[in-house]
């Protein structure tokens, strides 16, 4: 099976052929280090989420999405809600043929001690990064305007 794309701010994009796609994503902090996964979709790390239910809210989204990307169980008092991105040149091609234009809503959290943490099988790794270490990921296109946000210092900006 091929791997997903990832698109922003590229002309080249694929046009979306399906309904926008709307997710949420959180940035998990321990010890001032952040928790990304490697995914197996891409070979390419991201934090952690994915996509919303019809039947949930946005919150149970990113509290499933960790439970089943992490193993972790996260309380809903210890999530703060940071800011939706809903740049139109967010496009994800995946291998079935879907193209998606993707809205993430993405939330934070602190953990207070070091956690014990489960690979899904969309995942081959989990692992904490500080911020100097993130500039030497490939991570997926998608998530780089969450770090020109949260991360500005460490987002090289493409020539």
Not at 78 to 91: E, H, T
Request: with cysteine; charged share 30%.
């Amino acid at each position: 099976m091929g791997k997903a794309k990832f698109y922003y701010k590229n002309n080249n994009a694929p046009k979306p052929n399906t309904p926008n796609h709307i997710g949420a994503t959180i940035l998990i902090f321990n010890k001032g280090k952040v928790l990304l996964e490697s995914r197996t979709d891409s070979d390419r790390w991201a934090f952690i989420g994915g996509g919303l239910f019809l039947t949930e809210t946005l919150m149970e989204c990113v509290i499933r999405e960790t439970k089943e990307e992490t193993g972790l169980q996260l309380q809903e008092h210890a999530i703060v809600f940071k800011k939706l991105f809903d740049d139109p040149s967010i496009i994800i091609e995946y291998p079935d043929g879907n193209i998606i234009r993707s809205m993430m809503a993405v939330y934070q959290t602190e953990l207070k001690e070091e956690p014990t943490l489960q690979c899904s099988e969309e995942s081959k790794e989990l692992r904490f990064f500080t911020p100097d270490e993130l500039k030497t990921i490939n991570i997926v296109e998608t998530h780089k305007p969450i770090l020109e946000e949260f991360f500005p210092e460490v987002f090289i900006k493409e020539q």
